[in-house]
């Protein structure tokens, strides 16, 4: 990347991936904490997914992508219950998801590529960053919380899901996308673009 291309990304995208998951962490960990274990066998906007099999997903991801801001290799095979070690899973989410910010946040996180894919390191952030922000929406509308998202992140997360969108569509990560109204938010359209009905 040449010193115009890093002058038009900074234009484009003020923020790091570690500032922009900084903000959805401060929307996200909220919602997680004020899930009561009564509602952790309701269902949510994710098909696959009742409101504990979510938040142990995004347990998963906000710990395997602090290995992926350092170059390491993450493992996704397997989701670990976390819910079930303990009565304190809502404080140690809140945890996981500080060192993500943090990790994130290091000087180079976002140079190179970073994954078993190879790519870029500032998109595979982006994928952790979506994660946090829709996954958050779907557990806020799952148990009867408020959710918006911060609107710095919204621009930069259409951008990755246009980015992502065919591939993610082939592995049955995002659903066909839904109309939404011409007057509808920006998030609104992110949330359709990622097969959910706001």
């Excluded at 269902?43 to 696959?48: F, L, Y």
């Excluded at 790519?119 to 952030?125: D, E, I, K, N, T």
Aim: aromatic share 6%.
């Amino acid at each position: 990347m040449d010193k115009n291309d890093t002058q038009e990304q900074q234009k484009a995208y003020p923020y790091g991936i570690g500032e922009l998951m900084a903000m959805a962490a401060e929307r996200a960990v909220p919602v997680v904490a004020g899930i009561g274990d009564p509602a952790l066998t309701a269902p949510t906007p994710c098909a696959d997914y009742d409101v504990k099999s979510l938040v142990n997903h995004l347990f998963q991801v906000v710990v395997e992508f602090q290995k992926l801001a350092v170059k390491k290799d993450a493992d996704f095979s397997v989701t670990a219950d976390r819910v079930a070690e303990g009565a304190d899973w809502r404080e140690r989410f809140a945890g996981e998801a500080r060192a993500l910010v943090a990790a994130w946040s290091a000087p180079g996180a976002e140079e190179g590529t970073s994954g078993a894919m190879n790519m870029p390191a500032r998109l595979v952030g982006s994928m952790a960053l979506l994660d946090l922000t829709v996954h958050a929406w779907d557990l806020a509308r799952a148990t009867g919380q408020s959710y918006e998202a911060p609107p710095e992140v919204v621009k930069p997360l259409a951008d990755a899901v246009a980015e992502l969108s065919p591939t993610a569509k082939a592995m049955g990560v995002f659903g066909e996308p839904v109309e939404v109204g011409a007057d509808a938010s920006a998030f609104d359209r992110l949330l359709g673009a990622t097969g959910r009905r706001p």
